[in-house]
């Protein structure tokens, strides 16, 4: 056989081989220890990985993303979500109100006004766990949220997709709230660079329920500077304004000529420096978007947020099942925080795209309702969609 031919037989053999062996990667999920609580309890991590390299970690303490592996635009993976390597570091932190790095959210994300509600007739008290303006909140779900729960933990693995299953039972009374309340939520990452979060949860009794991630986002890399060079679009014409408690007023606004407008790109440190009361009681952006569903069914996906860093391409797209959407800057990180790249997170150095109902619900009647009551299933999804350009 002539040289060159045994040349190209070579590079197609290797080129057969190579493709044989990139087809028999297939998701996958490890599990590794991740330390023991104070109490004594073990915990776990699962690095859950995809087909095309890209890895998310997940501990069963709180439910808490520690890493998101994904590429640039030239392939370059890098861990872009803030976080800590030890779980004495997550554990010290919840200690306090904390930062919430990558954690799940309950029974009620976001802010309830005086820590308290009243449903059936029936004024029920949670723990003032969070005073902005010097004015008192319930915060994420008290004192003890999900955000510190030890979560039964279950890997699953499916032919385009790894997950992780994550059960609790918060029992009646936790931490104010009514009802036992039965949560499942399931991790997937996918092959699509997905990072798909499933939420379910059953009650016996009537009890608001609104659960969301935390997750902090630097699309140029945990530990690499703020975010304020990252572009972001937001598909919401109007958002709810807050008082100096960070408490929604009830008026639903539109952003149209105001710096909260980001239905076309825009970034983020472009205006937030603007003399504006929303801005100076947020410190910055810390608001809560309503998302513009058109026609879209209550069930159905929809795009809420997209975020693009133009150093490496990197963009994050945001899909959810959810009415809103909650935007925060990191006003308040300040420097205590020394994360995995062991650089301290400085204020404005992660972004967080909370999808949810919008804040206080269960006090404000002119917003959609966030009570849930036996015999019904509260199920909803949102997609964090990884991809670069």
């Known amino acids: 056989m002539h040289p060159n031919h045994l040349r190209a037989l070579a590079a197609a053999l290797a080129t057969l081989a190579s493709a044989v062996t990139l087809s028999a990667v297939q998701p996958a999920i490890t599990m590794t220890p991740f330390g023991t609580l104070r109490d004594g309890r073990a915990a776990q991590l699962y690095t859950l990985a995809n087909s095309h390299g890209a890895k998310v970690a997940i501990t069963n303490y709180g439910g808490i993303v520690t890493r998101i592996l994904v590429p640039d635009r030239d392939g370059n993976l890098a861990d872009i979500a803030l976080g800590y390597d030890t779980l004495a570091a997550y554990e010290k932190d919840g200690a306090t109100t904390g930062t919430y790095f990558g954690a799940l959210i309950g029974r009620y994300g976001n802010r309830i006004a005086r820590g308290q509600f009243t449903l059936d007739g029936k004024t029920f008290k949670l723990a003032a766990n969070n005073t902005p303006g010097g004015i008192p909140c319930a915060l994420h779900g008290g004192k003890v949220g999900f955000d510190k729960v030890l979560w039964d933990a279950a890997p699953l693995v499916e032919k385009d997709a790894a997950g ?219 997609v964090y969609r990884f991809s670069a350009r």
């Not at 690499?224 to 972001?232: E, M, Q, R, W």
């Not at 269960?362 to 015999?375: E, H, V, W, Y």
Request: proline share 6%; glycine share 10%.
């Open 164 to 382: 992780l299953r994550l059960r609790h039972l918060s029992k009646d009374g936790e931490e104010g709230y009514p009802g036992n309340l039965d949560v499942t939520v399931t991790y997937w990452l996918t092959d699509k660079n997905e990072l798909r979060i499933e939420y379910l949860a059953t009650t016996d009794k009537a009890t608001p329920v609104n659960l969301t991630n935390h997750s902090y986002f630097n699309l140029r890399g945990e530990g690499s500077g703020t975010i304020l060079d990252h572009v972001l679009t937001l598909n919401a014409s109007r958002y709810t304004p807050v008082d100096k408690g960070l408490i929604p007023t009830g008026q639903l606004a539109p952003v149209a000529g105001t710096p909260f407008d980001f239905t076309k790109p825009h970034a983020i440190g472009g205006r937030i420096e603007t003399q504006n009361e929303q801005l100076l009681f947020g410190g910055g952006y810390d608001h809560n978007w309503l998302i513009d569903r058109g026609s879209a069914k209550s069930r159905a996906l929809v795009k809420a947020a997209e975020v693009y860093e133009p150093v490496t391409g990197r963009v994050l797209e945001v899909l959810t099942e959810e009415p809103a959407v909650q935007f925060y800057c990191g006003n308040f990180l300040d420097g205590k925080n020394a994360g995995k790249s062991k650089i301290a997170y400085k204020k404005r150095t992660g972004l967080c795209l909370e999808t949810q109902h919008s804040p206080d619900s269960p006090n404000q009647p002119a917003f959609p309702s966030t009570i849930l009551r036996p015999g019904e299933r509260y199920e909803t999804a949102t």
